[in-house]
């Protein structure tokens, strides 16, 4: 049985696609050089996951960034990969921002797919984004509605996927997965429920941008796991395409509500400019996914919500060190490319 690599894995969407992974039995590879403190509890998490886990599970941590890594080597070690190391964020894509976007997307995703070129993998699993499609005024974006991003981060997903398709040329068994809004136990700190169930617990008053009717299609992280796994284990075409979303569109006034809801406490809240880049409305057509990958959401929003706001105040205490036992008897030797070692980034 062949190992996965999970880039990013120990982020947001990356710790529970590893550890479902993990609970599927798969051998699994992580590569992740983040070290804030949620990074570090996801570390934590997984270690004694598998501290736990009888049989006893193999893991191997490289605690690198991607680009420094010979990734040819990386690729040969392993059967398929999950590629969620990037730079998520729209705002940030702005002005000077877009050189990490560019680097951390568009630039990093062509090494691996390069490195991908006349290795054996079954598949490599792209994160893409609703951001593709940019504003959806009505109806829901299928994927072969038109691509029309609103942000440069929008622009370096797209670039993403059309270099998914030009390897696919290359016999790289590339897919690429639309995320749309993904929430659930682990949020990005800076991704807008988590600022609006921080600020229902005393943090930061929340700030809505625009009128709060704007609308997202939230899809809970475990439907995005299941989803992740789904496309590991069924035969598809190189350069396939799917969205992964509720197809539930909630508003921003309506989810503030629906937290406060589960709460019990209000959420303070500021008014400002609408941000630019930001669409009005996501909203996910999911039949293909339905149809070719057998996935459909499975979470619903009262229980997502809860997830979320559960691990937010469990995460509040003061976390220790990740130290623990060792994953494995013999740790493996990390990779590292002689030439990159050298180069200035
Ligand atoms: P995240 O920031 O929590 O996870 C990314 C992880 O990758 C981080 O832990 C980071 O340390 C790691 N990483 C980044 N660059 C790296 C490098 N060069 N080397 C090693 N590790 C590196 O973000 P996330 O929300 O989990 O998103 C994962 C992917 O899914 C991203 O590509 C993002 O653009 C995409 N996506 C996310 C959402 C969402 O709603 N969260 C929606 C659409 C698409």
């Avoid at 009717?213 to 075409?237: F, I, N, S, Y």
Wanted: glycine share 10%; with cysteine.
């Amino acid at each position: 049985d062949e190992a996965v690599l999970i880039t990013g894995g120990f982020g947001f969407i990356g710790a529970v696609v590893a550890q479902r992974m993990l609970g599927a039995g798969r051998r699994i590879v992580i590569v992740d050089n983040g070290r804030e403190v949620r990074q570090m509890r996801a570390e934590r998490a997984l270690r004694s996951l598998c501290a736990t886990t009888s049989p006893r599970r193999e893991v191997r941590i490289l605690r690198e960034d991607l680009g420094q890594l010979d990734l040819r080597t990386l690729l040969s070690d392993v059967g398929a990969v999950v590629h969620l190391a990037g730079r998520p964020g729209v705002q940030s894509s702005w002005g000077q921002g877009f050189v990490d976007h560019l680097a951390g997307n568009v630039e990093l995703t062509q090494r691996l797919l390069e490195a991908a070129v006349d290795v054996d993998l079954a598949r490599i699993v792209l994160a893409s984004s609703s951001s593709i499609y940019g504003d959806v005024n009505q109806g829901y974006a299928a994927e072969d509605s038109p691509v029309a991003p609103l942000s440069p981060y929008g622009v370096s997903k797209a670039s993403v996927e059309m270099l998914a398709g030009a390897y696919a040329h290359r016999h790289v068994p590339a897919v690429v997965l639309r995320f749309f809004s993904v929430y659930g136990r682990g949020q990005r700190p800076d991704m807008a429920l988590a600022r609006a169930i921080d600020a229902s617990f005393g943090g930061p008053p929340f700030v809505i941008r625009g009128n709060g009717h704007q609308e997202r299609d939230l899809t809970h992280v475990d439907d995005v796991a299941r989803a992740v796994h789904a496309t590991l284990t069924t035969p598809l075409a190189p350069g396939a395409v799917f969205n992964i979303g509720s197809g539930h569109p909630i508003s921003l006034r309506r989810l503030l509500a629906a937290v406060e809801a589960v709460t019990g406490r209000r959420i303070p809240v500021e008014f400002a400019d609408p941000s630019p880049g930001d669409p009005v409305r996501t909203a996910a057509d999911h039949r293909r996914a339905g149809a070719i990958l057998g996935w459909r959401p499975q979470v619903t929003l009262a229980e997502g919500l809860r997830d979320q706001i559960r691990d937010h105040t469990a995460s509040r205490f003061p976390i220790p060190a990740a130290e623990g036992p060792p994953m494995v008897a013999t740790p493996l030797p990390t990779v590292r490319s002689s030439i990159s070692a050298s180069s200035p980034r």
